[in-house]
């Protein structure tokens, strides 16, 4: 294994040991398989590649100061993963199973878990795909759930700071009553462009609003949006955003801290009326906003003129961070440890 620089390290891929892998075939689940391979043998009929039929997960295994390994919440992503399922028509992983091959390669990989000093973590990417061959418009008949991991450094380069956010209205991320609540990769793809013209306007991301009307906040990019005021915590909610894990469990922090919570839909011109605004996810955690620009009406909604996050997301970050690494008491069980 070579040296590596934990400090340093992007949000990108490194080959590590193993993945896991299990197949689906005549109606059920076979045995958990270890491989090695970095590579997935498919047919290039395999519905996956012509129909979109699959299904992924992002989340974390962290080293802490006492020197256990945890993950964080990973039922949900089991439960998520399971709702994509029936959306798309694929046979749901039983979170038993989805647990069992959690703990199994986050135990093989080990060695690749960063140190707790370096900030960095151990990415776990759970995938569902469809196999079969077949050229018609079905669900396939065989499916390949794997996990594979590797270490991590933050989403974002600048790590817990401010960042700068554009709105567009000549891309949507997803439609209503499409796959925007799903966990798939077509929803990715279909940010691409709006993603590609956001850095090239000199932001870190883009914001969306709601595709049927544009009178109301979406997602920021990849991730869910939540904005602060009189001692409130507001989220969008929306049958085309996805349910984030990381959002729900600050939600819950935040009435932890003597907040009230509101998810319900939040029009453009609220934005005004936030103290702070902020990106929530598994890659991130948090991304404090530091403005959103409207480059159709030239105007500029500023939640940090410092630059500096805000106290409220700071304090909720500092608590989820907190509680993912074992340091602070885990009083709602959503840690796991994997490794004593």
């Given at each position: 294994?070579?040296?590596?620089?934990?400090?340093?390290?992007?949000?990108?891929?490194?080959?590590?040991?193993?993945?896991?892998?299990?197949?689906?075939?005549?109606?059920?689940?076979?045995?958990?398989?270890?491989c090695s391979e970095e590579t997935i043998p498919m047919h290039m009929a395999a519905v996956c590649l012509h129909y979109g039929q699959e299904a992924f997960e992002g989340m974390k295994?962290?080293?802490?100061?006492?020197?256990?390994?945890?993950?964080?919440r990973t039922e949900?992503?089991?439960?998520?993963?399971?709702?994509?399922?029936?959306?798309?028509?694929?046979?749901?992983?039983?979170?038993?199973?989805?647990?069992?091959?959690?703990?199994?390669?986050?135990?093989?990989?080990?060695?690749?878990?960063?140190?707790?000093e370096s900030g960095a973590t151990l990415y776990l990417r759970p995938l569902l795909i469809g196999t079969s061959a077949q050229v018609g418009v079905h669900p396939s008949e065989e499916y390949l759930f794997m996990i594979f991991v590797t270490p991590v450094g933050p989403y974002f380069k600048g790590g817990f700071a401010t960042n700068p956010y554009v709105i567009t209205r000549d891309y949507d991320r997803s439609a209503p009553l499409g796959t925007g609540c799903y966990k798939v990769g077509g929803n990715y793809a279909a940010s691409l462009r709006a993603n590609k013209w956001a850095h090239e306007q000199g932001y870190s991301c883009e914001f969306y609003l709601d595709a049927k009307e544009k009178k109301y906040i979406d997602e920021c990019g990849a991730a869910n949006?939540?904005?602060?005021?009189?001692?409130?915590?507001?989220?969008?909610?929306?049958?085309?955003?996805l349910p984030s894990v990381t959002n729900k469990s600050l939600m819950q922090l935040a009435e932890d801290l003597g907040m009230k919570v509101e998810r319900r839909q939040i029009p453009l011109e609220e934005l005004e009326t936030f103290e702070e605004a902020g990106a929530c996810g598994t890659a991130a955690v948090i991304s404090p906003i530091q403005r959103i620009d409207d480059p159709e009406t030239g105007k500029s909604y500023v939640f940090s003129k410092d630059g500096k996050p805000g106290p409220v997301s700071t304090k909720l970050f500092n608590k989820l961070i907190a509680i993912q690494y074992g340091i602070e008491p885990d009083t709602h069980g959503w840690t796991r440890v994997v490794i004593e």
């Open positions: 294994m070579e040296k590596i620089d934990w400090k340093n390290l992007s949000f990108g891929y490194i080959k590590t040991d193993y993945n896991v892998r299990c197949y689906y075939r005549n109606g059920k689940w076979g045995e958990i398989e270890v295994a962290y080293r802490c100061p006492d020197g256990k390994v945890r993950v964080f949900e992503n089991a439960a998520r993963m399971q709702s994509t399922a029936r959306g798309l028509v694929m046979p749901e992983v039983p979170t038993e199973m989805f647990n069992a091959m959690i703990d199994r390669v986050v135990r093989l990989n080990e060695r690749w878990i960063p140190p707790y949006f939540f904005g602060i005021k009189d001692n409130t915590y507001v989220t969008p909610k929306s049958t085309s955003i």
